[in-house]
């Protein structure tokens, strides 16, 4: 009879695999138990980005052990691609209506949590995040405050741990863009709702934390950023020209003030000019480098083979 009342939306868990041994048990039979207790269809992709510690082999100890097994597939990538890249390879072998994005299998959250972003998915959330009362680390609170203060959403980003999506919301972001440098603030930026759980606790720290480069990228695609500073570097240089006129004009007409007559005014000026100049030369740069990769690069991950266990 329990059967019949569950659920029939196809749901998905994503789990990528770094180097995590002992966590597989604990989090597969918390998340395995609310899954199955509550969906009569589901499945897990495990995104396995060359994991050496072992943890690969203690996701298909426990999936052999299980009674009756979902679909399970092991997605192996062919070169450490990073926790990005792997994740969106992850999702595009995902089929649920419904998709967990689980980073690590770390749980500093209550076991609850996981169903509790399905029932706010199901009440008109179509992006769920789930995140501590404080953030991982100073340098991650330092990039969330930067990023929210020029960004366009108005979805704010912080540390989470894991987060639910529904699969018009991934339609939406694959629409916008064939690949996603930065999962989260593409998500904040697709114009879908989201919502924010918030539990007591701290973040566990992530295999790979997010990198400079990735940071860089998600500050030059999903905020003004770049705009503000090239607009500020344009104030500055326009206050340093009118403070030589002034300048000029001041010492022709005080012959005392006169020193080493236009020295000054000559190198204030080409010094601000090249760092000005040179500045915005790099901002542009890096929006034409990104445009060329998310035009041109369609597949931006290399997969070695996936498994279906069982």
């Not at 299998?105 to 501590?132: F, H, N, R």
């Not at 919502?195 to 990228?217: H, I, T, W, Y």
């Not at 020209?241 to 006169?258: D, E, H």
Request: with cysteine; charged share 20%; proline share 4%.
């Amino acid at each position: 009879m329990a059967e019949v009342n569950l659920e029939k939306n196809y749901v998905s868990a994503v789990v990528y695999l770094g180097d995590e041994q002992g966590c597989a048990e604990p989090f597969l039979t918390a998340l395995c138990e609310a899954l199955a207790g509550r969906f009569a269809t589901w499945e897990l992709v495990f995104v396995n980005d060359l994991s050496t510690d072992g943890t690969a082999g203690e996701v298909r100890e426990f999936i052999e052990k299980m009674d009756s097994p979902p679909p399970v597939t092991m997605v192996n990538m062919s070169v450490k691609q990073g926790l990005e890249l792997g994740m969106n390879a992850g999702l595009d072998m995902a089929v649920g209506d419904f998709v967990w994005e689980f980073d690590t299998m770390k749980m500093p959250y209550p076991p609850e949590m996981i169903l509790q972003a399905y029932d706010a998915c199901i009440a008109g959330s179509d992006i769920v995040t789930v995140s501590p009362s404080k953030n991982r680390n100073l340098t991650a609170g330092l990039f969330y405050k930067l990023f929210n203060a020029s960004s366009r959403s108005k979805y704010k980003l912080r540390t989470d741990v894991f987060r639910l999506l529904s699969r018009r919301a991934i339609n939406r972001v694959h629409s916008i863009s064939a690949t996603m440098p930065y999962r989260k603030a593409a998500y904040a930026a697709s114009g879908m709702k989201m919502e924010n759980l918030v539990f007591e606790g701290k973040a566990a720290s992530l295999p790979e934390q997010l990198r400079l480069s990735r940071a860089v990228d998600s500050l030059a695609l999903y905020t003004d950023i770049a705009y503000r500073a090239s607009a500020g570097i344009s104030i500055v240089m326009l206050v340093l020209f009118v403070a030589a006129v002034v300048y000029t004009i001041v010492v022709n007409f005080i012959p005392s003030l006169q020193v080493a007559p236009g020295w000054t005014t000559t190198m204030l000026m080409l010094s601000g000019g090249f760092f000005g100049v040179f500045l915005i030369l790099a901002i542009v740069l890096k929006y034409l480098a990104l445009l060329v990769e998310m035009t041109f690069r369609k597949q931006a991950y290399l997969v070695e083979s996936i498994e279906k266990l069982k």
